[in-house]
């Protein structure tokens, strides 16, 4: 069965560092997502991309972040200067179009 | 006006027993109501899914109640299983493609023996 794949599963970084997370869609997918997930929290929206653009983004996406679609299949998460507050699980999902949409495994990133 | 209202926070519940989680939801825009299962260090998996036109939609074990008019929806899991201990997140999502998904605040069940 087809699934959404992240890289790495885990990632320290020290505060101020640029990090950039990795996900591989599922491959016939065209609309791809970032969530997070703070320890013991809701899982929250960040931003969703299609059609190599920004649909949507949320207050938390803000300027120290960024997503791209370098190539055909990959599709990353940038954060070019992290805080300790960027602790947290980053999940990406993609779908069809359709509403359901596919989460993978997660990128636990520990700022410290 | 975007949130998703969940509750308990935590269930325990004995095997064979039935487990309940309600959520509410505010927007009316919102037309696509599913629920997500996560185990520990995983990412959330999509379970069972429902939109409005229904007002119950089962697979297996798990069925989804939905009330269009109580704005309220809940997922009951049946013969509830020691593998079912798990987080469930209830979402909502407007119409549309690439809507992102509201989810709710993630109920913690546990079954006993």
């Known amino acids: 069965e087809p699934e959404v794949t992240q890289t790495p599963s885990h990632q320290v970084t020290q505060m101020g560092q640029e990090v950039i997370l990795r996900c591989v869609p599922i491959?016939?997918?065209?609309?791809f997502y970032w969530y997070r997930q703070i320890l013991g929290q809701k899982v929250e929206f960040l931003v969703s991309?299609?059609?190599?653009?920004?649909?949507?983004k949320s207050e938390i996406f803000d300027d120290q972040f960024s997503v791209e679609r370098p190539d055909g299949s990959n599709f990353t998460l940038k954060i070019r200067s992290t805080k300790l507050e960027d602790s947290a699980m980053y999940f990406c999902?993609?779908?069809?179009?359709?509403?359901?949409?596919?989460f993978g495994p997660g990128t636990r990133l520990t700022v410290l | 006006q975007q949130q998703v209202k969940q509750s308990p926070q935590s269930l325990i519940v004995q095997k064979g027993g039935i487990s309940i989680i309600n959520c509410a939801y505010e927007?009316?825009?919102?037309?696509?109501f599913p629920w997500y299962q996560q185990f520990p260090g995983k990412g959330p998996a999509l379970l069972i899914a429902?939109?409005?036109?229904?007002s119950e939609k089962k697979e297996g074990r798990f069925t989804i109640s939905f009330n269009k008019s109580a704005k309220q929806f809940s997922l009951h899991i049946m013969d509830s299983q020691p593998g079912d201990s798990a987080t469930y997140f209830c979402?909502?999502?407007?119409?549309?493609?690439?809507?992102?998904?509201?989810f709710g605040t993630g109920t913690r069940l546990q079954v006993t023996l």
């Open positions: 429902i939109r409005p036109d229904v």
């Open positions: 927007n009316t825009a919102f037309d696509y």
């Open positions: 979402a909502a999502s407007k119409r549309g493609t690439a809507s992102k998904l509201t």
């Open positions: 991309f299609y059609n190599n653009e920004i649909s949507e």
């Open positions: 491959s016939n997918h065209l609309y």
């Open positions: 999902a993609s779908s069809t179009g359709t509403q359901e949409q596919f």
